[in-house]
Nanobody, 121 residues
Framework: QVQLVESGGGLVQAGGSLRLSCAASGRTYAMGWFRQAPGKEREFVAAITWMGGSTLYADSVKGRFTIFRDDAKNTLILQMSSLKPEDTAVYYC?????????????????WGRGTQVTVSS
């Protein structure tokens, strides 16, 4: 079982930037970021294959967020810029079961506990 620990969340003004990190222990394949706002379902944000060859983004974050990974350090990063109040949510890191880039939470086998991101207007 892969252990995942997120960090880097916080409070930022609209238009600002934040970088989220996810430290993984164990072998990982494709990995992803999801988010969940109060009263809403968990939604896909971005995913990346092992070695970073391919990425996938939700339309709502495309052009503003960048996912990348440092496999030597077993760390996943989500660089977020031009943040909007609607980006406010708990952000979760997830590890996939293979190299396929998936949007469904059910396709991921391990999850971190999440980190809060709050964007003020």
């Amino acid at each position: 079982q892969v252990q995942l620990v997120e960090s880097g969340g916080g409070l930022v003004q609209a238009g600002g930037s934040l970088r989220l990190s996810c430290a993984a222990s164990g072998r990982t394949y494709a990995m992803g970021w999801f988010r969940q706002a109060p009263g809403k379902e968990r939604e896909f944000v971005a995913a990346i294959t092992w070695m970073g060859g391919s990425t996938l983004y939700a339309d709502s974050v495309k052009g503003r967020f960048t996912i990348f990974r440092d496999d030597a350090k077993n760390t996943l990063i989500l660089q977020m810029s031009s943040l909007k109040p609607e980006d406010t949510a708990v952000y979760y890191c997830a590890a996939g079961v293979n190299q396929a880039l998936r949007r469904s939470p059910g396709d991921y086998r391990s999850w971190g506990r999440g980190t809060q991101v709050t964007v003020s207007s």
